[in-house]
DNA sequence: ATAGGATGAGACGGTAGCGTTCCGACGTTG
DNA sequence: CAACGTCGGAACGCTACCGTCTCATCCTAT
């Protein structure tokens, strides 16, 4: 009986398929992401996404029930291949890759506009807050295999604070990028680099 | 012909005046806020804000042309007491005031909200974007001071790198409290101030 | 060729806020 | 006392979007 047919999501034969054309999602989603950008996530026009990316209304809700689960599938579908902290043998150079990683993400036009939005919208408490508190567990994470290399090398003490590291290590660069609006040359991310690590030996 | 009748803002008699009744401006300020801090800039009802401060529509339109003349003076009127920063005799120091000051306006639960909305109107080039602007310059300055204070002092180079200090000293409080939403405590202020300082030594 | 399912387009009634305008009530001024 | 200006409240027509629904069309699989 072939009960696939009903639970498949990709296409059985090379070329594009029929149910629920992937192409038209992912047309979705990227005509979501600029509508988030100039809008702002409350803003957000369900309507407007279906024109931006010639689709009708029905397409969206025949895919997602709500605006938010729309949204935290986007978010989710995206999010993802997000940044790798790879060990590059010293603090300063995990510290110097980490910062060229995080400009890489906060470079995105459409990032730089949606990132300050979430914030926004998980401090007033809006429906996506959940979604954004699972992203941020996983980003700790990352933190703390740079700073447990750290700590084995010898180059941080074992009582260092890691909460406040956490604080400090992307805080400058997004201040930078997203607060002030500036760009960030290879030298500034260097300086920047030198200064935490100093910041760092100094907690 | 006591031509002052007109231009008067304040009561001329001991009991409130009739013209423009300041206290009601002032409360329609404080439901302004109250709205922005819950629905965020592009989400404000003035129906709303004015139910709020038990008024009627007309007395905002009566006030101001427009949603954003009207935020616009909002801000105006209670951004300016912000933040001093006096001597206080060395880097340290005055890294650690500047800090205390700051966690105090970051404290207030309004700014705790509007602030994270303001900087996502920014990033998506809305209207207030150029009162946000005005502000930051402001802020700027204030900053431009304390990093002389030091140079004259010798604690700092005169070569030293004004533009990355900038993003140093406020951002790590700022994305504490506001982006982790955590709390900071006094121990926190002194050890990112020790922080901070031999950061800036390194730039 | 044909049947079935997804698609684009758009109509529908409902909700919400806009900005304006009117009203009767009130208090201050003269 | 009378005139005036502001007050809260509410109605106005207007626009935008919601979420549902219908329908002709197109594509794919059988």
């Known amino acids: ?9 990709k296409p059985r034969k090379p070329a594009g398929a029929a149910l629920k054309r992937p192409e038209l999602t992912q047309a979705l989603y990227r005509a979501l992401f600029e509508e988030w950008a100039e809008r702002g996530y409350a803003a957000i026009s369900l309507e407007r996404v279906a024109s931006r990316a010639q689709a009708g209304k029905a397409a969206i809700y025949r895919r997602w029930p709500s605006k938010l689960s729309f949204c935290s599938d986007a978010i989710k579908e995206t999010a993802v291949p997000l940044v790798e902290t790879p060990d590059c043998g010293s603090l300063q150079e995990d510290v110097q890759a980490f910062l060229v990683n995080l400009r890489r993400v906060l470079r995105h036009p459409l990032v730089r506009k949606i990132l300050p939005d979430l914030e926004a919208e998980r401090a007033r408490g809006g429906e996506i807050t959940s979604v954004l508190d699972h992203l941020a567990a996983e980003r700790r994470a990352r933190f703390q295999d740079l700073i447990d290399r750290a700590v084995l090398r ?9 909460d406040l590291i956490l604080d400090t290590l992307p805080a400058p660069l997004y201040w930078r990028m997203i607060v ?3 760009n960030a040359s290879r030298t500034v991310l260097q300086t920047q680099a ?3 690590a100093a910041a760092l030996r100094e907690a």
């Open 1 to 9: 009986m072939e009960r696939n047919r009903i639970d498949e999501k």
């Open 154 to 162: 010898g180059e941080l003490g074992q009582t260092v604070d890691r």
């Open 180 to 182: 002030r609006g500036q």
């Open 194 to 196: 030198s200064m935490l």
